[in-house]
């Protein structure tokens, strides 16, 4: 008896050990995520303020790129929330919280997944996007001959350096004059590209690092999971031995 006893003993040191790893690994993880989660934040709330961004989402009448923007704001606040919990739920070896917090995860990586998607349905090439500055910059070639319509397309011609929403075409097609700002000041050839698509790389290349840092969160909210829920079998099977070398 004293024998069984004794390797009953080891087997839940063994366990103990083996807990306090996972939950170390599981707090380690959660204090990533809240950094991911911060900076995540700190990155879509800089895209939403920036004024000089905001004022070119306003010319183009492209508020719904926004939409991605916002869902990761809200993400990224729920992220740093449930970070907390997950790290005071590992440390308490809390089995309700862990539950909790494996659902929040879940919850979590549905949204950092979906703000992904969303933003980036409306910022690359061939998106729900294009069709948006499409129709905006059409409008004002073809209301060209007004002053403020004639300034902005100016603006975004010569800033970006593009001719028209697809090219020089789209002036012949709308039976408006070439204007000097789609000609290169160097050449005196029209602009190769149209706007629509330097203005879709331009956000594309905003909107790839947000993107991208949502997926690494996204990554590491399922590897949270995976390790709640090993904590949790393994704080059952540490009970059940306890209980048992008690009697």
Not at 8 to 22: R, T, Y
Not at 42 to 63: M, S, V
Not at 179 to 202: I, K, M, Y
């Amino acid at each position: 008896m004293t024998g069984k006893g004794d390797g009953q003993g080891e087997s839940v040191a063994k366990l103990e050990k083996s807990i306090g790893c996972i939950k170390y690994t599981l707090f380690c993880f959660n204090v990533v995520a809240w950094l991911c989660g911060a900076g995540l934040f700190g990155l879509t709330l800089w895209i939403r303020a920036e004024p000089g961004f905001e004022e070119w989402i306003a010319i183009l009448d492209i508020y719904a790129y926004y939409i991605g923007i916002y869902i990761l704001i809200f993400g990224s606040i729920i992220v740093m929330v449930v970070s907390f919990l997950g790290c005071c739920s590992a440390l308490m070896e809390h089995t309700l919280a862990l539950f909790i917090f494996i659902g929040t995860q879940v919850l979590a990586f549905i949204v950092s997944v979906a703000g992904a998607a969303i933003l980036l349905d409306h910022s690359t090439i061939n998106s729900s996007i294009q069709p948006m500055i499409r129709r905006t910059l059409r409008q004002l070639i073809m209301t060209s001959e007004w002053p403020s319509s004639a300034a902005t397309l100016k603006m975004i011609q010569e800033n970006i350096g593009c001719c028209g929403a697809d090219g020089s075409n789209d002036y012949m097609l709308l039976r408006q004059p070439l204007p000097s700002t789609c000609r290169d000041t160097v050449t005196g050839n029209a602009f190769f590209h149209g706007c629509v698509d330097e203005l879709t790389w331009f956000l594309e290349d905003k909107s790839g690092w947000v993107a991208g840092l949502a997926m690494a969160l996204a990554t590491i909210q399922v590897v949270n999971a995976v390790l709640s829920i090993v904590l949790v079998q393994a704080l059952k099977k540490e009970e059940e031995e306890a209980r048992t070398y008690r009697h």
